[in-house]
Nanobody, 120 residues
Framework: QVQLVESGGGLVQAGESLTLSCAAS????????WGWYRQAPGKQRELVAT???????TYTDSVKGRFTISRDSAKNTVYLQMNTLKPEDTAVYFC??????????????WGQGTQVTVSS
């Protein structure tokens, strides 16, 4: 019953910036961990960043200092601000939400993905 829709992807040149949005709708209650993943051709899906209900964030080493995950609660929207983009950042980016009903039970939801292409 939860739907996530990403937007904001596109084609940019190396060194430029781009911000992705993830609009959430449905039954979003309780403890939630938001995440951004990406998958490049021929590679495994990679966790890029997370944000939890206490506003704590994590980032994979390759994007630390360049990417920022944030949330606008009023709009039920999660963002990924990407600065100083590199060709290695080229991938399909997915928004995710892990919604906990208890400490031992949760359910994951995924968006459809948005393409980010960074040219040299």
């Amino acid at each position: 019953q939860v739907q996530l829709v990403e937007s904001g992807g596109g084609l940019v040149q190396a060194g430029e910036s781009l911000t992705l949005s993830c609009a959430a709708s449905g039954d979003i209650f309780g403890h939630i961990v938001w995440g951004w993943y990406r998958q490049a051709p021929g590679k495994q899906r990679e966790l890029v960043a997370t944000l939890n209900s206490e506003h704590a964030t994590t980032y994979t080493d390759s994007v630390k200092g360049r990417f920022t995950i944030s949330r606008d609660s009023a709009k039920n929207t999660v963002y990924l601000q990407m600065n100083t983009l590199k060709p290695e950042d080229t991938a399909v980016y997915f928004c995710s939400a892990r919604i906990f009903s208890s400490w031992s039970e949760w359910k994951d939801y995924w968006g459809q993905g948005t393409q980010v292409t960074v040219s040299s």
